[in-house]
C-alpha cells in the first residue's frame, strides 16, 4: 500500500491531486456546492438542454407509459439490449451526417477506443494529431498496429510522416478531433481530406465537442464547411451538447458491419438504457428546432466572447492559460469563492506548464456574465 500512498503524496506536493467535487445539485445555468449557487463555467452542456425542467417533463409526460421507458437494456446489443428505438436512432443519426450506418456505443471513450483499436492490425498505420483525446490515444495502443503522432495542426508535419512511412504499410488512418477539448482550436478539415486522397488513407474526425453546436445540421465542422462526404469515419458523443448518455460512429454500412464484429467495447458492454436513447429520439425528431436555436443563441455568445477578449477563438470552449499548478489552483478557488464554478486542468490532461482554467460557454450564459468573470480572471491573474 505504500506505493499507492507515495504516489498520491507526489501528486499532492506538485498540486496535481485529482478529487470528485461535492456538487450538490445543478438547475439551469448554475450548480450549488456546499449551499452556495455558482454559476457553471466548467460543464459541456452546451446547449443546457439537461436542466431544462420543462423539456424533461414534457418528454417524461408524453413517454412514461411507453414500453420502452426503462432504465436498462439489461444485456449488450447482440443480445437481448436492443430495440426498435436504438435502430430508430442510428438511423437518425446517420441521415444527420450522411452517412450509410451508425452505431451506437456507451460513452465516447469506448466508442474511441472501440473504433481505432478495430479497424487496424499489424499491417496498417496510423496518424494522429498529437492533442488528440486520450481514448485515442488508448485505443491506438490497445491496437496491434504502428502509429505516428503529428504536431498539433501541423499539416506540414503530418505530410512530412506521411511521405515517410505511409508506403510501408496496407491500410492508413488519419485522425483528428476537429474541436479539439482543450484549447478550443479547431482542425482544418479540408487539408486533411487534401492529405488523406493524396496518401491514400482513411479519414477519421471526432465531432465530440462540435455536434450539436456547429453545422446547418448541428453535425459538426465537417457539416458546417459541407464536407461530411469526404469524412471516411465521424465519431462524436450524446453526452454533451444532447444532454443523454452514449457515443456513436457513423461511417458508411461496410465499417459499421465490421465494427459490430470487431469492436469488443461494442460487443462486451450492456447496451445504453432505452430512456437515454428515448430522449435523443426526442430532442432529433421532435424538438430540433428548438436544438437549433439554443445553437445559434450560442454561437452569437461565442462570437461576442472571443470579440472582447480578442483572442481569435471561435469555439465554445475559451481556455485561460496559466502556467504553474499551484497558482492555477489557486486562482480556480478564488473564482469559485467568487460564485463561478470554475476547475483547474493540470497534467497530464494538458502539457506541462500549460495548466490552465478551461471555460465553457453554454447557450444560457449571458455576454455580461462571460464579461464579469473574465475581467475577474485577469485581475486574479
Same mark, same amino acid.
Given at each position: ?18 478529487? !470528485? +467535487?461535492?456538487?450538490? =445539485? %445543478?438547475?439551469?445555468?448554475? $450548480?450549488?456546492? @456546499?449551499?452556495?449557487?455558482? &454559476?457553471?463555467? /466548467? ?41 426498435? !428505438? +436504438?435502430?430508430?436512432? =442510428? %438511423?437518425?443519426?446517420?441521415? $444527420?451526417?450522411? @452517412?450509410?450506418?451508425?452505431? &451506437?456505443?456507451? /460513452? ?52 512530412? $510522416?506521411?511521405? @515517410? ?217
Amino acid at each position: 500500500m505504500s506505493f499507492y500512498s507515495d504516489e498520491i503524496d507526489k501528486l499532492i506536493e506538485k498540486d496535481n491531486f485529482r478529487q !470528485v +467535487y461535492d456538487i450538490e =445539485e %445543478k438547475h439551469g445555468k448554475y $450548480l450549488s456546492v @456546499k449551499g452556495k449557487d455558482m &454559476l457553471n463555467f /466548467t460543464c459541456n452542456d452546451y446547449l443546457n438542454l439537461s436542466t431544462d425542467r420543462n423539456l424533461i417533463n414534457e418528454f417524461v409526460e408524453k413517454y412514461k407509459n411507453n414500453n420502452e421507458f426503462l432504465f436498462s437494456s439489461t444485456a449488450s446489443r447482440l443480445q437481448t439490449g436492443t430495440s426498435s !428505438v +436504438y435502430k430508430k436512432l =442510428e %438511423k437518425n443519426l446517420a441521415k $444527420l451526417f450522411q @452517412k450509410e450506418a451508425c452505431l &451506437l456505443f456507451n /460513452t465516447g471513450y469506448q466508442c474511441n477506443l472501440g473504433v481505432v483499436s478495430s479497424l487496424v492490425n499489424r499491417d496498417d498505420v496510423i496518424f494522429s494529431d498529437k492533442l488528440n483525446h486520450a481514448s485515442i490515444i488508448d485505443g491506438m495502443r490497445l491496437s496491434t498496429t504502428q502509429f505516428y503522432r503529428y504536431k498539433h495542426l501541423d499539416y506540414e508535419n503530418l505530410e512530412e $510522416l506521411l511521405k @515517410k512511412h505511409r508506403n510501408n504499410y496496407k491500410k492508413a488512418i488519419i485522425i483528428s478531433e476537429s474541436v479539439f477539448s482543450m484549447d478550443g482550436d479547431i482542425a482544418d478539415i479540408k487539408k486533411l481530406i487534401e492529405l488523406k486522397k493524396k496518401y491514400d488513407c482513411y479519414l477519421m474526425i471526432d465531432e465530440a465537442h462540435a455536434f450539436g453546436v456547429f453545422g446547418k445540421n448541428l453535425a459538426g465542422i465537417a457539416d458546417e464547411e459541407d464536407i461530411l462526404s469526404e469524412v471516411d469515419i465521424i465519431t462524436a458523443t450524446l453526452g454533451k451538447s444532447f444532454a443523454s448518455v452514449g457515443a456513436f460512429c457513423v461511417a458508411n454500412k461496410t465499417i459499421i458491419d465490421f465494427l459490430i464484429n470487431k469492436a469488443n467495447s461494442f460487443i462486451f458492454s450492456t447496451a445504453l438504457p432505452p430512456v437515454n436513447v428515448m430522449w435523443v429520439n426526442f430532442l432529433i425528431e421532435e424538438k430540433f428546432d428548438l436544438v437549433k436555436s439554443k445553437s445559434l443563441k450560442l454561437k452569437k455568445l461565442i462570437n461576442e466572447a472571443h470579440n472582447y477578449i480578442n483572442d481569435g477563438g471561435t469555439t465554445q470552449i475559451v481556455p485561460v492559460i496559466i502556467g504553474e499548478n499551484n497558482k492555477t489552483v489557486k486562482i480556480s478557488e478564488e473564482l469559485r469563492s467568487k460564485g463561478y464554478y470554475v476547475l483547474p486542468i493540470r497534467p497530464p490532461t494538458v502539457p506541462v506548464n500549460t495548466s490552465r482554467i478551461r471555460l465553457s460557454l453554454t447557450s444560457d450564459i449571458t455576454f455580461e456574465e462571460f464579461k464579469i468573470l473574465i475581467d475577474t480572471v485577469k485581475e486574479a491573474v
